[in-house]
């Protein structure tokens, strides 16, 4: 009886070890095998269209590969993109210095130019940070810029990005307990991107983020306050301030910090000169 139960056994065993193997082979060959059209291996079939982001434990990596993917969705079909390399490497190098003096240097920064003549400036996560032409013109210095970019950097540490998207999600009935889907993902960041009202405590937050680093990076702290009180005279409130809480109260509470601070150092960046023929090809 044990014998023929053993000999059941091992014929079973052996046939759909067989089975396998073969499968493994038929995939090894179809993958190594070349083809006139593009090629799918199962893995990517398996794989294709259910990434999953679990926001409430994204990593940096994936907080960087989703803010990539977030990123090409905008270039592609909301925004355009000043090719002129001059002034792109001139706002690169104010970024990177902000970016090494912020609460989070460890992840990779890419500062982009929008050709666009509305005053504005925004983010997404994993690093990227948007100003648009009309901003740059708007500023008077190096350090008024500096201090609209320093606040973008202080929205991506603080990660503000990836809570709105959670409860943005969450509200949609969107998210599971396995997470967000990829191009789900992609969608909302996107519309967080370009049209995100930023809670009061978010922009406090990143104006007191922002202002440590302008700080740190040795430009003039004063300039974020005085590059939004330029803001508040213009006939029509800019984009990059409509959607935030009162700009008044910003200020307040940003002069209370740099009186809090003591500090006898007044920083630089302020030459408006020096500014002006960096960002020339504009005019």
Known sequence: MLN?????????????????????VAVGIGVGSPQKTQAISLFDLLNQGIQIFQLSTISDREEVQLGKQINQQLVNSEIKLYRNQNVNRYVNQIGQKL???????DIPYTFQVVQDESINAFATMGGYVYVTTGLLKAADNEAQLASVIAHEIGHIASQHSI??????????G?????????????????????????SRQDEFEADQRGLRTLGRAGYAQ??????????LQQRSLPTFLSTHPATSDRITALRSEINSQNASYRGGGLNNAAYEAKIQPLS
Do not use: H
Not at 163 to 171: K, T
Not at 174 to 179: C, I
Not at 222 to 231: G, P, V
């Open 174 to 198: 969107f998210a599971t307990a396995a997470g967000l889907e990829r191009s789900t993902a992609v969608q909302i960041g996107v519309d967080l991107a370009l049209r995100r009202p930023n």
């Open 99 to 105: 970016a090494a003096n912020s609460a989070r240097p």
């Open 222 to 231: 004063s300039a974020m306050i005085a590059f939004m009180q330029k803001l």
């Open 4 to 24: 023929s139960f053993s000999f059941i056994y091992r014929r079973f065993y052996r046939r759909w070890l067989y089975l396998f193997l073969s499968v493994l």
């Open 163 to 172: 809570e709105q998207m959670r409860q943005r999600a969450i509200a949609r």
